[in-house]
Every structure is written in structure tokens, then in C-alpha cells.
């Protein structure tokens, strides 16, 4: 009895579902950058530890993780682990492949432990690592088998995963809410590996492996896959054998299959059509923004002959040094003001965000913040008050706006991590509430680019068919209301997921009042 209600345990696996919102560590990239740097002191560590309990698993565990960083030079190391892949990896070293060190040597571990348990991230970090891969998966339409063979947009950017990193994703996915397909993608290809001899790794366990494949395969109703696993799981393990529910189960899942007149339909998990959990929606807004985001949406050649280049002056100083713009869309009104901040100013943005940044928030509908998987992403806020640079530049975006910034919002500085992403939103409320009694709704928005991104990461807006991507130092400008003053539909826009690099930027929100005659 005691056998079969660990092993039922076990099958149905009854997974807690991970809200969306998980640890802070994947969703910026500076927070990666310090596991990053603490990486040379827990191998040192590990280095100590191996060498006293004397164990071939822990120096095996060791050289892989060395291997990973070797020959990587200061210049490459933020390109290293501004990749998904090798950001996941570095993850998954500091908590499960460390955690089955700690269970192999319990007793001995303890001083390990102590010495630098400090430094690792959370579990839930892990989580949060997979669930930005699985939106990068979705939003670009990366099949598995290229994400296993370590090619991202189809460039091989790191080495294949180990059946064991292929293992963890798939058992992470199954944490997250409407991921169980993709989730059945990545264990197929280590069941795949392991079967055909092309690797063997003892940390997965063969046995978690087939109750994962039968559960999921009878779950999406592929009775005939789950009795071919069934039965590979029984003739494995002895034990399970002549179990009764295993018994009932295969007598089960053979009657679902005569029942059955065809095989179960194949769905794709990255379809957009496909009904997935409210993050992976099938909404029209989302397919817009998903085609935006790869480019496979454009503006039409029309549209945009009837854009311009110029300079713009708004006032009698900026007259001696105007801006350069581009005009992203007239109605309403988009532009982007060109190398608006310099090296300095961008480089210190990010310096002075580092040590204030906490996970993103957002507005709900009683405009209260909370921290929500609707924006991944580390950001802080600063006054003008706080430094000249800031108070420089609340008077460049002034003259840049010819609106006032005596009612403007501080300055929210973001870095977006792993699969870092801002659902479609406005900027604006649409209806009036009590906190914009004083200042009034946010009338228009700049948004400025502190980096480059090497892939991914555009601002998009769905309803315009309009795709902007991350220019280091340039800065773009819409209002956020109409000339009657109501919130602009239109306006609606989406950050994409980072696919590749890092992405910081800068956002002003300018209040209402004091601008209502300076449009």
C-alpha cells in the first residue's frame, strides 16, 4: 500500500503551480552580472570541498562548471550570461547542481553550506530562468529541439544542452501555468538521448522521467504514447510491476485506445492560436504584438514615405542646438529624438540605478503598484533633486517637449532580464480617479534607450503596426491623450522579451497639468 500511494504520489506529481511572480534574480540582467562575479568564489569553494571529501561526482561536477567559463576574457563575459541559455545554466549550477552535492555529502556539506549558501540565488530563480526561455520560446517561435542544441534564432550561440539541463527545464515547465506541452518537448529529447546511448546521466532520474512522459501523454490524451511509457516503466522497475494501479492503468489506457479512432491530434505549443494560460494568451492583441516583435509586421512603404527627418527647435536656446527627430507615426504623433543622451549620461543612468533597483511593478485598477509577470524587469525611481545630471535632464526633455516638468513623474530607470517583457498597455488611465486629482492623467510619455540590444527587446505598438527598436542614446515622445484630453486607444504599446543582450531604459511620465495649452 505504502509502495503504491508513494508511487501514485509520484505519477500525478500534483504540481504547485508557481505564481507568475518569482525571485529577483532573472529579471535583470545586473543581478546576473553579481552571480556572475561570485561564480570564481563558489568554484574555489567547490574546488576546497572536492578535494576533502575526495568523490569523482564532485570533481566531474567541478570541471563541467569550470569548462563553461574557460577562455572567456572580461570583454565576453557580459555577452556570456546576457544569453539566455548560458544565464539559465549559470542558474541551475548555483542551485540544483550545487543542491545535489549538498544531498550526496549531507553530513559533510554543512561548512560548504555555511560558507556559501549567501551567494546562491533561490530556487524560485529557477523558475523564473525557465519561464523567461519559455516566453522567448513563444514570443519568437523557437522550436526546442534548436533551444536544446544551444541555437537561438538560428545561431549557435552556446554548447547543446546536457540531457540534465534538458531534464530540469522540462521539470521546471511543469511548474508553470499552461506550459505542460512544452514541457512534454524537452522530455521527449532526453527520453530520446538517453535511449539512444548519446548520453547517460546519472542525476536523471529514469524513473521521474517516465511518470512525467505517461502523465503529460495522458493528460493531452495520447493513450497510446502513455502505454508504450507504461510500459517501459514496468519492465524497468520490479517493483512497479505487478502494482495494482499500474495494473488498472494499463487496462485503462488500452480500452481509451480501442475507444479511440485515431491518434491524438499533434498541437503546437507555439502556436499562437493555441490556448495557453492569461501570460500566453491567444488574444488578437497579442498575435499583433507577437508579429511585431519578430518583424514579421511591418509598416506599409506608403506609410512610411510619408514620415520625415528634421531638425526641431521649441524654444529660443534650442534654437543654437536642435534636436534631431524622425517621425514614427503621425496619428498620433510618435517621433524619435536621436542621440539625445551622451555616453557619459547613459553610463551613469545605469551606474546610479544598480544599487536602488527592485522588481517591476505596475498599476493596477485601483492604481495601487504591485509586482506582477506583466512587466520582468528591475527598475528604480529617481527625483531631480537627486543629482545635477537629473535635473539636466528634466530640463532637456522640457525643452525637448516644450512641456513642463513641474508636474512630471520621477524618472523610472529599467533593466529587463531573462525573457525581459512589458505586456501591452497603456500609459495613460481611461477613467479619472482620485490620484490625478493634483496632477492630472500622464499626458506624454518619453521613453529613452540606455543601451543597444542585441536581439529583441523592441517597443512595439499593436494598433499602429508600429516597431521600434532599442538605439543607445536615442529617446522617442507620444502623447498619451487625445486633444480632448481622453486616454489615447491607440497608444496601447508592449515591450518585447529580450531575446538576446541587455536592455535598460529611462521613462519620463509628464502630467497634465500646467500643459493643457502646450500641445
Not at 175 to 195: C, F, H, N, S, T
Not at 330 to 355: A, C, G, M, Q
Not at 425 to 450: K, S
Request: charged share 25%.
Amino acid at each position: 500500500m505504502y509502495l503504491r500511494c508513494t508511487v501514485f504520489s509520484l505519477f500525478f506529481y500534483l504540481i504547485v503551480y508557481v505564481p507568475n511572480i518569482y525571485s529577483e534574480l532573472f529579471s535583470a540582467i545586473d543581478k546576473l552580472e553579481k552571480l556572475a562575479a561570485n561564480e570564481k568564489f563558489l568554484t574555489q569553494e567547490l574546488e576546497k570541498f572536492a578535494i576533502q571529501v575526495n568523490d569523482d561526482y564532485v570533481f566531474r561536477k567541478l570541471k563541467a562548471w569550470q569548462n563553461k567559463n574557460v577562455g572567456l576574457i572580461e570583454t565576453q563575459i557580459m555577452s556570456h550570461h546576457t544569453n539566455p541559455l548560458n544565464a539559465f545554466l549559470m542558474i541551475k549550477r548555483a542551485t540544483v547542481d550545487i543542491n545535489l552535492i549538498k544531498r550526496r555529502f549531507t553530513k559533510e556539506s554543512d561548512a560548504l553550506s555555511r560558507n556559501i549558501d549567501n551567494f546562491l540565488p533561490e530556487d524560485n530563480d529557477l523558475v523564473g530562468a525557465v519561464a523567461g526561455l519559455l516566453r522567448l520560446q513563444f514570443f519568437y517561435k523557437l522550436k526546442t529541439k534548436d533551444i536544446a542544441s544551444g541555437i537561438i534564432d538560428g545561431e549557435t550561440t552556446t554548447s547543446p544542452l546536457s540531457v540534465h539541463d534538458l531534464f530540469v527545464i522540462g521539470e521546471e515547465a511543469l511548474k508553470i501555468d499552461g506550459q505542460e506541452r512544452l514541457a512534454l518537448e524537452y522530455l521527449e529529447i532526453v527520453w530520446l538521448r538517453l535511449q539512444e546511448g548519446i548520453e547517460i546521466d546519472k542525476d536523471v532520474s529514469e524513473k521521474s522521467l517516465l511518470l512525467h512522459l505517461i502523465s503529460i501523454y495522458r493528460n493531452v490524451g495520447n493513450y497510446v504514447k502513455a502505454f508504450e511509457m507504461l510500459e517501459e516503466l514496468t519492465s524497468k522497475f520490479i517493483e512497479i510491476a505487478d502494482d495494482r494501479y499500474f495494473t488498472f492503468l494499463k487496462k485503462s489506457f488500452l480500452n481509451k485506445m480501442k475507444k479511440s479512432s485515431s491518434q491524438a491530434s499533434v498541437v503546437d505549443p507555439l502556436s499562437d492560436h493555441f490556448v495557453h494560460d492569461e501570460t500566453f494568451s491567444d488574444s488578437k492583441d497579442r498575435i499583433l504584438i507577437g508579429k511585431l516583435c519578430r518583424g514579421d509586421e511591418k509598416k506599409t512603404i506608403r506609410e512610411t514615405s510619408a514620415f520625415f527627418c528634421r531638425y526641431l527647435s521649441t524654444n529660443s536656446f534650442t534654437k543654437l542646438a536642435r534636436f534631431k527627430i524622425e517621425e514614427l507615426n503621425l496619428d498620433p504623433y510618435i517621433i524619435s529624438f536621436v542621440d539625445v543622451l551622451s555616453e557619459n549620461e547613459t553610463r551613469f543612468l545605469k551606474h546610479t540605478s544598480s544599487s536602488k533597483q527592485g522588481p517591476g511593478t505596475v498599476l493596477d485598477a485601483n492604481l495601487q503598484e504591485s509586482i506582477s509577470s506583466r512587466r520582468i524587469a528591475q527598475t528604480s525611481w529617481h527625483n531631480k533633486t537627486d543629482d545635477k545630471t537629473f535635473q539636466k535632464l528634466s530640463r532637456r526633455v522640457e525643452d525637448m517637449t516644450n512641456l513642463s516638468q513641474n508636474h512630471a513623474e520621477p524618472l523610472q530607470i529599467q533593466n529587463y532580464g531573462i525573457g525581459g517583457h512589458y505586456v501591452g498597455h497603456w500609459d495613460c488611465f481611461m477613467q479619472w480617479d482620485t490620484p490625478f486629482e493634483r496632477d492630472g492623467n500622464r499626458i506624454a510619455t518619453v521613453l529613452f534607450y540606455l543601451s543597444d540590444v542585441e536581439k529583441g527587446g523592441a517597443t512595439v505598438f499593436p494598433f499602429l503596426n508600429l516597431r521600434i527598436s532599442p538605439r543607445k542614446g536615442a529617446a522617442i515622445f507620444w502623447y498619451n491623450l487625445s486633444s480632448s484630453g481622453s486616454c489615447d486607444f491607440f497608444t496601447r504599446h508592449s515591450g518585447c522579451p529580450v531575446l538576446l543582450g541587455s536592455k535598460w531604459v529611462a521613462n519620463q511620465w509628464i502630467r497634465e497639468y500646467g500643459n493643457e495649452f502646450k500641445r
